[in-house]
């Protein structure tokens, strides 16, 4: 039990871990901070030396620099495949030399522990109890299936990473090797709401009662809806990513998880990402759960709580209804992450809504974002049939139930003034509008 003798006798440095990838390895690391920038550095050295080929490394919202995201020459020596796009992955699935797996964020620990076996396990931590446990701080996501499924497990001890003590945890005696690091996690920079977005908060505040529970997204619409909800009463937390919006709202007393069904008097996320705010808030707080992602993100489990309040993005919609959130046409942007758990949970909840935000055009209102048809090659994230409301700051448009010409004229409605006629146009040639 003299856990800091093992814990000595495990450190390394990171070229020593690198040394032991073997070619034709799969490599696993979780989302954003989770993530283990200097131990990536130095296999991608030995992917660039001609020493290993053929490995594969899975993320999930990279937020790190990670060279193999950047050099395409490393592409069939050190492979990425993303479960969900961040900045360097996106440019590698649109370069041709990254791979994407479609999913739903709650599915990822059941393809995990039916499909992959993981040579190893790479991940953030933050450092040792006296107990030989490590936080795994601002992510708990699909770390668990990892850690069951992994052969190795290879940690970065940053001690600069926040302790969660209501979140993943992993034992001294379960890690293969581990480096020391200090370094600032990785931040988003804040948002600048303009006058279109605290529109479009204002309207989807308007439709959350006191007592409402919320999940929001990252960007200057979920953070719009945020600072509109400051006067609210009683509010909870059951999302996927805690923000800095959902910080603000707890400091100012609209959130206090009271009125919530499970976890009553608790945040509850999956991960966390945004300032150094966040991290900080996280730090040794009981009352925030960073549990995995196949429990926060079912709809089974976000719909036991009552008037649970689900806020999403999209960069197109048809008159259908249907959302492509992940494409603009056939260059990939994102992934489908977790948007259909919450807007499925929300609808099932009682009294619960689901709101698909956005500002109604692009490029200057050169371009509609509500679209007759979606632009060829866009992928569909929700379907027709699970599409609650939609928002633009034109207004608010339901289409859960309604026939589609009803549907059309609704969305037509909260369309640019500038592109209604050519919808309406549209519509009555294909006989949607009757």
């Not at 283990?36 to 030396?49: C, D, F, L």
């Not at 494409?327 to 909840?349: E, F, I, L, N, P």
């Amino acid at each position: 039990m003299n856990y800091q003798a093992e814990y000595e006798a495990k450190r390394s440095t990171a070229g020593a871990l690198a040394a032991q990838v073997e070619s034709g390895w799969l490599i696993g690391m979780d989302a954003g901070a989770a993530q283990t920038p200097t131990i990536m550095s130095a296999v991608a050295e030995r992917a660039r030396n001609n020493e290993i080929s053929g490995v594969r490394v899975q993320t999930l919202l990279d937020v790190y620099p990670l060279e193999f995201l950047a050099d395409n020459s490393l592409f069939g020596r050190l492979t990425s495949e993303a479960w969900f796009s961040g900045g360097g992955s996106r440019r590698a699935v649109n370069g041709g030399y990254g791979d994407i797996i479609p999913n739903y964020y709650r599915d990822i620990p059941k393809y995990i522990r039916a499909m992959y076996d993981y040579d190893v396990f790479c991940v953030s931590v933050s450092p040792m109890d006296k107990h030989g446990w490590f936080s795994l701080s601002t992510v708990s996501s699909y770390s668990p299936a990892m850690i069951e499924k992994a052969k190795r497990i290879f940690l970065e001890v940053n001690d600069r990473q926040p302790r969660a003590v209501c979140g993943a945890q992993i034992h001294i005696s379960q890690v293969t090797g581990l480096i020391e690091v200090s370094h600032e996690l990785p931040v988003l920079p804040p948002t600048k709401m303009d006058a279109i977005s605290e529109t479009i908060g204002g309207l989807i505040a308007e439709q959350i009662r006191d007592g409402s529970c919320i999940q929001l997204g990252i960007g200057a619409i979920p953070d719009a809806v945020g600072a509109a909800l400051k006067q609210k009463h009683d509010l909870g937390i059951h999302t996927e990513m805690f923000t800095d919006s959902m910080v603000e709202l707890i400091a100012c007393g609209a959130v206090n998880n009271s009125k919530k069904q499970i976890h009553r008097g608790q945040t509850v996320t999956t991960f966390a990402f945004g300032s150094q705010r966040i991290y900080d808030y996280i730090d040794d707080n009981p009352g925030i759960a960073l549990l995995p992602v196949d429990y926060v993100n079912d709809p089974n489990v976000i719909c036991l709580n009552d008037n649970m309040i689900s806020i999403n993005a999209a960069l197109e919609v048809d008159l259908w209804g249907q959302v492509c959130a992940e494409s603009v046409g056939t260059k990939h942007m994102s992934g489908s992450g977790g948007q259909v758990d919450y807007v499925r949970g929300a609808c099932q909840s009682k009294g619960g809504k689901s709101f698909i935000a956005f500002t109604s055009t692009a490029k200057g209102d050169s371009i509609s974002k509500i679209k007759s048809v979606l632009t060829p090659g866009a992928v569909v994230t929700t379907s027709k049939n699970d599409v609650d409301y939609v928002v633009t700051e034109y207004g608010i448009a339901h289409l859960r139930g309604e026939p589609l010409s009803r549907r059309a004229q609704q969305l037509i409605a909260i369309a640019h003034p500038n592109f209604r006629d050519e919808l309406r146009f549209e519509a009555k040639k294909r006989g949607i509008l009757i």
